[in-house]
């Protein structure tokens, strides 16, 4: 008996994996493939995800795995740098290979002490009022108390819950793809950098040593069931720039579509879904990983809470009440994005109107905090603007708040030093620092970050511990 069986080692799965552990959980993490994806695409870590990852002390290695580069540019591709001052200490993106994050949060995972099985698909589930009973393919049965889809976009659990998946399907597909080119880097770097200007889902890049990433619309390669061949890459390219430049030798090749869906629940019963198996959208602005990270970060202390017993009645729910708006919103800013890379007049237009307005600094600033999910704000009810909203690192007196979070816990920090969190000390730690450079007297923090409290009283800060860490202890 499991307290959590995970479907989908992806990095939805391993981060959600990695948060239940810090709260002891039992988990167990169900992988159907048995080899990491041989299709190593780079994605992008977006500020937020980069906080989280300094959060619990993962960061370092994953800075010795990426390449830093500016934050700016990433809205529908317009070219425009982030603005000053952001409100982040990790103001940067973070370009990675997704089997190398995948495989550090798994590692972590499992540093921390979850069991994650590859080869072992989810095919079948069954839950009742004490637990999930799930079924693998080769028929064995395993027992959890909860039971979450990680498992993507083509999720077996959210098909088997038969929650609704709606939205659009796919209008266009592009083909990915890297691989060698036959002529000199002098002689098609012009041509391929004019073609890709006036067509946005055109790039030919190099990706390496030798190694170059091709990137075309998909329009007339024809059997999408089977996966894309050097052959239809040659073709799109003849198609669009008149010539294949020679490609041949390729490293892999992928293909993906724009559609764009929202489960319309995150959790029946037992069951919840995270990650890609609860929302799909076109990659543009690099978010959709981010996203399920985020979800992840967001329902493991929950989760644990509720199995650990002191979770308050509703705060499982709280899970959809917050990511399910954060996912419509980053589908809806994903729609704008592809309109805007369209090729006709009408979006093109659009499209440099746009440019203008993002030279004014709070245009640029709310788009970047768009994508980088630091603009994040959860209705906590009325209260300062900061009630809500993630708090960005600061310093404090142990060295920089982020590194005090490691654990997974709640934390107040308290410049008033007269508080106390006895009664939830196992749950939330305290923090008496009256040099913080914070705007508030005392702030209480979840788990994932976010401000639960703003205040300097102390029955009204107990109020608040009860309504987010449940009961004291006695
Ligand atoms: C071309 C491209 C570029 C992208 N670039 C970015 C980017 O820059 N930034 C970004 O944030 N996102 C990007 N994305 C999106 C990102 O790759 C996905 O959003 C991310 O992989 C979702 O993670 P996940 O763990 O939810 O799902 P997945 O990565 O799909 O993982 C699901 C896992 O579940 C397993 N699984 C499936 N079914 C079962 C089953 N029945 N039982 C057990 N296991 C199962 C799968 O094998 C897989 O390992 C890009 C996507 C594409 C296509």
Redesign the pocket.
Known sequence: MFDVII???????AMLAAELRLHDVRVLV????TEPASFV?I??LHIRSIELMAMRGLLERILERGRQRPAGSYFAAIDKPAPEGLDSAYAYLLGIP?PVIVHLLEEHAIELGAQVRHG????DFEQDDDGVTVELADGEQLRSRYLVG????RS?VRKLLGVGFPGEPARTETL?GEMEVGVPQEEFAAKASEIGEADKRFSLRAAGVGVYRVVVPAAGVSDRAEPPTLEDFKQQLRTIAGTDFGVHSPRWLSR?GDATRLAERYRVGRVLLA???AHIHP?IG?????L?VQDAFNLGWKLAAQIRGWAPETLLDTYQAERHPVAADVLDNTRAQTELLSTGPGPQAVRRLLTELMDFDEVNRHLMEKITAIGIRYDFGEGPDLLGRRLHDIDVKQGHLYGLLHRGRGLLLDRTERLTVDGWSDRVDYLADPTAVLDAPCVLLRPDGHVAWIGDDQQDLADHLSRWFGKPAN
């Not at 479907?7 to 799965?13: K, L, V």
């Not at 169900?30 to 493939?33: A, C, G, I, P, Q």
């Not at 072992?120 to 095919?123: F, K, P, Q, S, T």
Request: glycine share 28%; net charge negative.
């Open positions: 479907a989908g080692c992806g990095p939805t799965g169900l992988e159907k493939e695409r994605v992008g997704q072992c698909a989810v095919v990680c498992d993507g976009g077996t990915m993906f990650g890609d198996a990659p690099g978010q959709g990983l981010n399920g």
